[in-house]
Nanobody
Framework: QVQLAESGGGLVQAGGSLRLSCAAS????????VGWFRQAPGKEREFVAA?????????YYADSVKGRGTISRDTAKNTVALQMNSLKPEDTAVYYC????????????????WGQGTQVSVSS
């Protein structure tokens, strides 16, 4: 089983940036994909971005973060990062990383392993 832990969340003003990190333990990232999701209060869990954990390092982004978000992997550290720039108040949510076997996938139920989440709050 892969255990995932997110970090890097916090409070940032609109237009600012945050770098979120997802660290794996128990196993390295042998899954086919690692994804980032977010969930705001009263909202459904929403896909943000995914990266393929293979040599070709393909990425896939939700329309809401295209041009503002960058997902990347560090195989040596077993981490996946999500760089978010030009943050907006509507980006406020708990951000989760997840690992699965399918790429690309925007469906939460195709990711068996999840972290506990990290809060991102963007003030106006």
């Amino acid at each position: 089983q892969v255990q995932l832990a997110e970090s890097g969340g916090g409070l940032v003003q609109a237009g600012g940036s945050l770098r979120l990190s997802c660290a794996a333990s128990g196993r390295t990232f042998s899954s086919y994909a690692v994804g980032w999701f977010r969930q705001a209060p009263g909202k459904e869990r929403e896909f943000v971005a995914a990266v393929k954990w293979t040599a070709d390092t393909k990425t896939y982004y939700a329309d809401s973060v295209k041009g503002r978000g960058t997902i990347s992997r560090d195989t040596a550290k077993n981490t996946v990062a999500l760089q978010m720039n030009s943050l907006k108040p509507e980006d406020t949510a708990v951000y989760y990383c997840a690992a699965g076997t399918r790429f690309p996938s925007v469906r939460p139920n195709e990711y068996p392993f999840w972290g506990q989440g990290t809060q991102v709050s963007v003030s106006s």
